[in-house]
């Protein structure tokens, strides 16, 4: 399974950018989707989360301005963000994580793949 990340770029502050992560490969199912970004010498931390059952969780440094949304039929995973802010600077990841096909078409063994990544970055 292989994740393209896409839509990164240079926003001004206030501005919105939209990411989109396309998945590709053979699989049974994907449980869990999700964001994660990172600025350079700090851990990598989880933006935004979509699972399978439709529960969402967000870090509270974006809930209310960014939105994830996945569009089952095109196999993509979208992250909508919103008044952007320059502390959203960072180099943006898609993650999913899933099970291949099993026996019988029930749920093989589990899977967890990254993206390569996106800058997002964000002027003042």
């Known amino acids: 399974v292989q994740l393209q990340a896409s839509g990164g770029g240079l926003v001004q502050a206030g501005g919105s950018v939209r990411l989109s992560c396309t998945i590709s490969?053979?699989?049974?199912?994907?449980?869990?989707w999700a964001w994660y970004r990172q600025v350079p010498g700090k851990e990598r931390e989880m933006v935004a989360r979509?699972?399978?059952?439709?529960?969402?969780d967000y870090a509270a440094s974006v809930k209310d301005r960014f939105t994830i949304s996945r569009d089952s039929s095109k196999s993509t995973v979208d992250l909508h963000m919103d008044n952007l802010k320059p502390e959203d600077t960072a180099v943006y990841y898609c993650?999913?994580?899933?099970?291949?096909?099993?026996?019988?078409?029930?749920?093989?063994?589990?899977?967890?793949?990254w993206g390569q990544g996106t800058q997002v970055t964000v002027s003042s």
């Open positions: 490969g053979s699989f049974r199912r994907i449980a869990t």
């Open positions: 993650r999913v994580i899933g099970f291949l096909v099993g026996k019988g078409w029930s749920d093989g063994r589990s899977f967890n793949s």
């Open positions: 979509l699972t399978d059952v439709g529960d969402q």
